[in-house]
Protein backbone atom coordinates (compact mmCIF):
# COMPACT_ATOMS: atom_id res chain seq x y z
CA UNK A 1 0.00 0.00 0.00
CA UNK A 2 1.42 3.19 -1.10
CA UNK A 3 1.08 6.76 0.68
CA UNK A 4 1.57 9.95 -1.56
CA UNK A 5 2.29 13.58 -0.12
CA UNK A 6 2.20 16.42 -2.36
CA UNK A 7 3.33 19.24 -0.44
CA UNK A 8 3.73 23.11 -1.77
CA UNK A 9 1.44 22.40 -4.93
CA UNK A 10 0.28 25.89 -4.40
CA UNK A 11 3.62 27.41 -5.14
CA UNK A 12 4.27 25.07 -8.02
CA UNK A 13 6.47 22.74 -6.05
CA UNK A 14 6.03 19.49 -5.26
CA UNK A 15 7.36 17.12 -2.75
CA UNK A 16 6.78 13.50 -3.25
CA UNK A 17 6.86 11.00 0.07
CA UNK A 18 6.43 7.83 -0.50
CA UNK A 19 5.31 5.13 1.89
CA UNK A 20 5.01 1.50 1.32
CA UNK A 21 5.68 -1.37 3.41
CA UNK A 22 7.90 -4.84 2.49
CA UNK A 23 5.18 -6.59 0.98
CA UNK A 24 4.08 -3.63 -1.60
CA UNK A 25 6.91 -2.88 -3.90
CA UNK A 26 4.59 -1.03 -6.29
CA UNK A 27 5.27 3.00 -6.82
CA UNK A 28 3.09 5.30 -8.82
CA UNK A 29 4.05 8.72 -10.81
CA UNK A 30 3.79 11.35 -9.02
CA UNK A 31 0.32 13.88 -10.30
CA UNK A 32 1.52 16.49 -12.50
CA UNK A 33 0.85 20.07 -11.50
CA UNK A 34 0.49 22.85 -13.99
CA UNK A 35 -0.76 25.38 -11.80
CA UNK A 36 1.73 28.46 -12.56
CA UNK A 37 3.79 29.94 -9.49
CA UNK A 38 1.80 32.80 -8.34
CA UNK A 39 3.13 36.06 -8.89
CA UNK A 40 1.90 39.06 -6.03
CA UNK A 41 2.75 42.28 -6.42
CA UNK A 42 2.94 44.92 -4.21
CA UNK A 43 0.45 47.35 -2.07
CA UNK A 44 1.10 50.19 -4.31
CA UNK A 45 0.42 51.40 -7.66
CA UNK A 46 2.02 48.69 -9.92
CA UNK A 47 2.78 47.71 -13.61
CA UNK A 48 3.31 44.28 -14.90
CA UNK A 49 3.73 43.63 -18.49
CA UNK A 50 4.22 39.94 -19.84
CA UNK A 51 3.50 39.26 -23.91
CA UNK A 52 5.01 35.60 -23.43
CA UNK A 53 2.67 32.68 -23.86
CA UNK A 54 2.76 31.63 -20.43
CA UNK A 55 -0.06 31.16 -18.30
CA UNK A 56 0.22 33.62 -15.38
CA UNK A 57 -1.45 33.66 -11.74
CA UNK A 58 -1.54 37.42 -11.28
CA UNK A 59 -2.61 38.91 -7.42
CA UNK A 60 -2.66 42.18 -7.69
CA UNK A 61 -3.43 43.25 -3.84
CA UNK A 62 -3.54 47.17 -2.92
CA UNK A 63 -3.17 50.09 -5.24
CA UNK A 64 -3.84 50.93 -8.79
CA UNK A 65 -2.33 48.69 -10.75
CA UNK A 66 -1.48 47.83 -13.97
CA UNK A 67 -1.56 44.04 -15.46
CA UNK A 68 -1.14 43.41 -19.15
CA UNK A 69 -1.25 39.35 -19.93
CA UNK A 70 0.15 38.06 -22.94
CA UNK A 71 -1.29 35.34 -24.96
CA UNK A 72 -1.46 32.40 -22.15
CA UNK A 73 -4.31 30.97 -20.24
CA UNK A 74 -3.87 32.94 -17.10
CA UNK A 75 -6.15 34.33 -13.95
CA UNK A 76 -5.44 37.61 -12.77
CA UNK A 77 -7.04 38.84 -9.57
CA UNK A 78 -7.02 43.00 -9.43
CA UNK A 79 -7.54 43.05 -5.90
CA UNK A 80 -8.28 46.52 -4.28
CA UNK A 81 -7.72 50.12 -6.25
CA UNK A 82 -8.41 50.63 -9.52
CA UNK A 83 -6.82 48.18 -11.50
CA UNK A 84 -6.49 47.88 -15.57
CA UNK A 85 -6.43 44.27 -16.79
CA UNK A 86 -6.03 43.18 -20.19
CA UNK A 87 -5.77 39.98 -22.02
CA UNK A 88 -3.95 39.51 -24.72
CA UNK A 89 -5.89 36.29 -26.18
CA UNK A 90 -6.24 32.67 -24.27
CA UNK A 91 -9.00 30.96 -21.89
CA UNK A 92 -8.12 33.83 -19.07
CA UNK A 93 -9.83 34.20 -15.93
CA UNK A 94 -9.82 37.93 -14.65
CA UNK A 95 -11.21 39.23 -11.30
CA UNK A 96 -11.25 42.95 -11.04
CA UNK A 97 -12.16 43.51 -7.21
CA UNK A 98 -13.05 45.96 -5.65
CA UNK A 99 -13.49 49.81 -7.05
CA UNK A 100 -13.47 50.83 -10.37
CA UNK A 101 -11.74 48.63 -12.62
CA UNK A 102 -11.06 48.55 -16.14
CA UNK A 103 -10.89 45.40 -17.97
CA UNK A 104 -10.30 44.86 -21.62
CA UNK A 105 -10.36 41.20 -23.58
CA UNK A 106 -8.51 41.89 -26.39
CA UNK A 107 -8.44 38.90 -27.86
CA UNK A 108 -6.08 38.66 -30.70
CA UNK A 109 -7.34 35.16 -32.84
CA UNK A 110 -10.50 34.79 -34.35
CA UNK A 111 -10.60 30.59 -34.30
CA UNK A 112 -13.17 28.94 -31.90
CA UNK A 113 -12.30 28.08 -28.91
CA UNK A 114 -8.54 29.59 -28.35
CA UNK A 115 -9.93 33.10 -27.69
CA UNK A 116 -12.60 32.50 -24.67
CA UNK A 117 -11.99 34.70 -21.44
CA UNK A 118 -14.54 34.93 -18.57
CA UNK A 119 -14.46 38.38 -17.11
CA UNK A 120 -15.20 39.36 -13.31
CA UNK A 121 -15.77 43.23 -12.83
CA UNK A 122 -16.77 42.82 -8.89
CA UNK A 123 -17.82 46.04 -6.61
CA UNK A 124 -17.63 49.58 -8.36
CA UNK A 125 -18.40 51.19 -11.11
CA UNK A 126 -16.24 49.14 -14.22
CA UNK A 127 -15.38 49.05 -17.90
CA UNK A 128 -15.16 46.03 -19.23
CA UNK A 129 -14.84 45.91 -23.29
CA UNK A 130 -14.25 42.49 -25.34
CA UNK A 131 -13.34 42.43 -28.97
CA UNK A 132 -12.89 38.86 -30.47
CA UNK A 133 -13.56 35.44 -28.79
CA UNK A 134 -17.14 33.75 -27.06
CA UNK A 135 -16.73 35.37 -24.04
CA UNK A 136 -18.30 35.57 -20.79
CA UNK A 137 -18.67 38.78 -18.67
CA UNK A 138 -19.84 39.43 -15.57
CA UNK A 139 -20.37 43.34 -14.24
CA UNK A 140 -21.08 42.12 -11.03
CA UNK A 141 -22.51 45.31 -8.71
CA UNK A 142 -21.97 49.11 -8.89
CA UNK A 143 -22.93 51.41 -12.36
CA UNK A 144 -20.71 49.41 -14.92
CA UNK A 145 -20.31 50.06 -18.83
CA UNK A 146 -19.67 46.80 -20.47
CA UNK A 147 -18.92 46.43 -24.92
CA UNK A 148 -18.38 49.69 -26.74
CA UNK A 149 -15.71 52.33 -25.76
CA UNK A 150 -12.43 53.59 -26.80
CA UNK A 151 -9.17 53.20 -25.36
CA UNK A 152 -5.15 54.15 -26.44
CA UNK A 153 -7.05 54.98 -29.72
CA UNK A 154 -8.16 51.62 -30.75
CA UNK A 155 -11.23 50.94 -31.00
CA UNK A 156 -12.69 48.25 -29.13
CA UNK A 157 -15.84 46.76 -29.26
CA UNK A 158 -18.09 44.51 -27.58
CA UNK A 159 -18.74 41.52 -28.89
CA UNK A 160 -17.54 42.41 -32.42
CA UNK A 161 -18.02 38.59 -34.33
CA UNK A 162 -18.08 36.10 -31.91
CA UNK A 163 -20.89 34.98 -29.15
CA UNK A 164 -20.99 36.61 -25.94
CA UNK A 165 -22.76 36.19 -22.61
CA UNK A 166 -22.93 39.33 -20.64
CA UNK A 167 -24.22 39.44 -17.12
CA UNK A 168 -24.83 43.50 -15.78
CA UNK A 169 -25.46 42.68 -12.18
CA UNK A 170 -26.58 45.26 -9.97
CA UNK A 171 -26.80 48.60 -10.66
CA UNK A 172 -27.44 50.80 -13.27
CA UNK A 173 -25.41 49.26 -16.36
CA UNK A 174 -24.70 50.31 -19.95
CA UNK A 175 -24.01 47.73 -21.85
CA UNK A 176 -23.67 47.31 -25.59
CA UNK A 177 -22.86 44.66 -28.51
CA UNK A 178 -22.34 44.66 -32.04
CA UNK A 179 -22.22 41.71 -34.23
CA UNK A 180 -22.53 37.99 -32.78
CA UNK A 181 -25.42 36.02 -31.28
CA UNK A 182 -24.98 37.57 -27.81
CA UNK A 183 -26.71 36.91 -25.09
CA UNK A 184 -26.89 39.53 -22.32
CA UNK A 185 -28.70 39.72 -18.78
CA UNK A 186 -29.45 43.56 -17.56
CA UNK A 187 -29.89 42.59 -13.67
CA UNK A 188 -31.29 44.99 -10.87
CA UNK A 189 -31.14 48.74 -11.41
CA UNK A 190 -32.21 51.46 -14.27
CA UNK A 191 -29.96 49.54 -17.04
CA UNK A 192 -29.65 50.46 -20.94
CA UNK A 193 -28.77 47.49 -23.49
CA UNK A 194 -27.80 48.19 -26.71
CA UNK A 195 -27.14 45.81 -29.72
CA UNK A 196 -25.57 47.26 -32.43
CA UNK A 197 -26.19 50.89 -30.74
CA UNK A 198 -26.48 53.01 -33.83
CA UNK A 199 -28.06 52.91 -37.06
CA UNK A 200 -24.69 53.34 -38.75
CA UNK A 201 -23.52 50.24 -36.89
CA UNK A 202 -26.67 47.96 -38.31
CA UNK A 203 -26.11 48.69 -41.83
CA UNK A 204 -22.19 48.62 -41.28
CA UNK A 205 -22.17 45.22 -40.20
CA UNK A 206 -25.72 44.23 -41.13
CA UNK A 207 -24.33 41.03 -43.34
CA UNK A 208 -22.08 39.82 -40.43
CA UNK A 209 -24.85 40.46 -37.69
CA UNK A 210 -26.40 37.83 -35.53
CA UNK A 211 -29.92 37.98 -33.58
CA UNK A 212 -29.42 38.46 -30.19
CA UNK A 213 -30.78 37.73 -27.11
CA UNK A 214 -31.56 40.60 -24.11
CA UNK A 215 -32.85 40.60 -20.80
CA UNK A 216 -33.25 43.84 -19.13
CA UNK A 217 -34.30 42.53 -15.76
CA UNK A 218 -35.53 44.40 -12.57
CA UNK A 219 -35.73 47.67 -12.88
CA UNK A 220 -36.89 50.48 -15.67
CA UNK A 221 -34.44 49.27 -18.36
CA UNK A 222 -34.15 50.58 -22.01
CA UNK A 223 -33.14 47.68 -24.19
CA UNK A 224 -32.65 48.42 -27.83
CA UNK A 225 -32.04 46.07 -30.95
CA UNK A 226 -31.69 45.61 -34.10
CA UNK A 227 -34.02 43.51 -36.52
CA UNK A 228 -34.78 39.45 -35.48
CA UNK A 229 -33.51 39.86 -32.03
CA UNK A 230 -35.51 38.93 -28.85
CA UNK A 231 -36.29 41.62 -26.45
CA UNK A 232 -37.28 40.67 -22.53
CA UNK A 233 -37.72 44.07 -20.29
CA UNK A 234 -38.43 41.95 -17.47
CA UNK A 235 -39.89 43.92 -14.07
CA UNK A 236 -40.51 47.33 -14.53
CA UNK A 237 -41.25 50.26 -16.74
CA UNK A 238 -39.57 49.27 -19.75
CA UNK A 239 -38.65 50.74 -23.08
CA UNK A 240 -37.94 48.07 -25.92
CA UNK A 241 -36.75 50.09 -29.15
CA UNK A 242 -35.63 48.73 -32.38
CA UNK A 243 -34.01 49.92 -35.76
CA UNK A 244 -33.54 48.81 -39.35
CA UNK A 245 -33.19 50.52 -42.22
CA UNK A 246 -35.05 48.70 -45.43
CA UNK A 247 -32.30 49.53 -47.96
CA UNK A 248 -29.62 47.21 -46.48
CA UNK A 249 -32.20 43.77 -46.07
CA UNK A 250 -33.62 41.76 -48.58
CA UNK A 251 -36.17 41.00 -46.02
CA UNK A 252 -37.24 42.32 -42.62
CA UNK A 253 -36.41 40.13 -39.59
CA UNK A 254 -39.06 40.94 -37.31
CA UNK A 255 -37.58 41.15 -33.74
CA UNK A 256 -39.43 39.43 -30.87
CA UNK A 257 -41.13 41.07 -28.03
CA UNK A 258 -41.60 38.47 -25.37
CA UNK A 259 -42.98 40.18 -22.46
CA UNK A 260 -44.37 43.38 -23.21
CA UNK A 261 -46.77 44.79 -20.78
CA UNK A 262 -48.66 47.29 -22.50
CA UNK A 263 -50.21 49.05 -18.81
CA UNK A 264 -46.23 49.49 -18.16
CA UNK A 265 -43.88 49.33 -21.07
CA UNK A 266 -43.29 51.61 -23.90
CA UNK A 267 -42.19 50.22 -27.25
CA UNK A 268 -40.29 52.15 -29.91
CA UNK A 269 -40.54 50.99 -33.94
CA UNK A 270 -38.07 53.08 -36.04
CA UNK A 271 -37.68 52.29 -39.85
CA UNK A 272 -35.59 53.91 -42.57
CA UNK A 273 -35.70 53.66 -46.24
CA UNK A 274 -39.46 53.15 -46.49
CA UNK A 275 -39.88 56.27 -48.96
CA UNK A 276 -42.76 57.53 -46.89
CA UNK A 277 -41.71 59.66 -44.23
CA UNK A 278 -44.67 59.46 -42.09
CA UNK A 279 -45.72 56.17 -41.50
CA UNK A 280 -45.87 53.92 -44.60
CA UNK A 281 -48.26 51.45 -44.75
CA UNK A 282 -48.80 49.75 -41.00
CA UNK A 283 -50.44 46.79 -40.48
CA UNK A 284 -51.59 44.56 -37.16
CA UNK A 285 -52.37 41.13 -37.66
CA UNK A 286 -53.55 39.21 -34.29
CA UNK A 287 -52.46 35.93 -34.73
CA UNK A 288 -54.12 32.40 -32.54
CA UNK A 289 -51.39 32.46 -30.52
CA UNK A 290 -52.22 35.13 -28.98
CA UNK A 291 -49.34 37.59 -29.97
CA UNK A 292 -49.23 39.91 -32.69
CA UNK A 293 -47.61 41.11 -35.44
CA UNK A 294 -46.75 44.66 -36.86
CA UNK A 295 -45.89 44.88 -40.35
CA UNK A 296 -44.79 48.45 -42.29
CA UNK A 297 -45.08 48.28 -45.92
CA UNK A 298 -45.86 44.57 -45.98
CA UNK A 299 -42.60 43.15 -44.11
CA UNK A 300 -43.38 41.53 -40.98
CA UNK A 301 -41.78 44.38 -38.45
CA UNK A 302 -42.18 42.97 -35.15
CA UNK A 303 -43.94 39.87 -33.39
CA UNK A 304 -45.00 40.75 -29.68
CA UNK A 305 -46.02 38.05 -27.96
CA UNK A 306 -48.89 37.43 -25.77
CA UNK A 307 -50.14 40.60 -26.93
CA UNK A 308 -53.41 41.44 -29.33
CA UNK A 309 -53.73 45.06 -31.16
CA UNK A 310 -56.10 46.14 -28.97
CA UNK A 311 -54.03 46.61 -26.27
CA UNK A 312 -51.37 48.47 -28.32
CA UNK A 313 -52.05 52.62 -28.04
CA UNK A 314 -50.02 56.03 -28.00
CA UNK A 315 -49.17 55.19 -24.92
CA UNK A 316 -47.23 52.06 -24.88
CA UNK A 317 -46.90 51.99 -28.80
CA UNK A 318 -44.63 54.14 -30.88
CA UNK A 319 -43.71 54.09 -35.22
CA UNK A 320 -41.63 56.09 -36.86
CA UNK A 321 -40.65 55.32 -40.49
CA UNK A 322 -37.91 57.54 -41.61
CA UNK A 323 -37.01 57.97 -45.45
CA UNK A 324 -33.19 57.29 -45.97
CA UNK A 325 -30.47 59.67 -44.19
CA UNK A 326 -32.87 60.20 -41.10
Known amino acids: MELILLLGAAFG ?4 LDVFDSTDNTTEDAPIDDTPPPTE ?3 QND ?21 L ?12 GS ?4 SEGGQDIIFGGNDADTIVIYNSSLRDGEDEATAYGGAGNDWIATRFGDDEVHGGSGNDLIGDATIFGTEVFGGITDDDTIYGGSG ?13 YGGTGDDQIMSAPSLETEIRYNDLAAPDTLYGGEGNDRVFAVNGSTLFGGEGEDT ?12 FEPVVIADFNPDEDMIELTAYGLGNPTFGDITYEDRDDGSVMVSIDGNDYALI ?20 GG
Open 83 to 86: DYLR
Open 69 to 80: EGYGNSTLFGGE
Open 240 to 251: LATITRASTVDV
Open 13 to 16: VGLV
Open 41 to 43: LTD
Open 172 to 184: NDNISTRVGADIV
Open 47 to 67: FLEDKTNDDLLVYGLDGDDDI
Open 305 to 324: LNTQSSDLNAANLSIEARPN
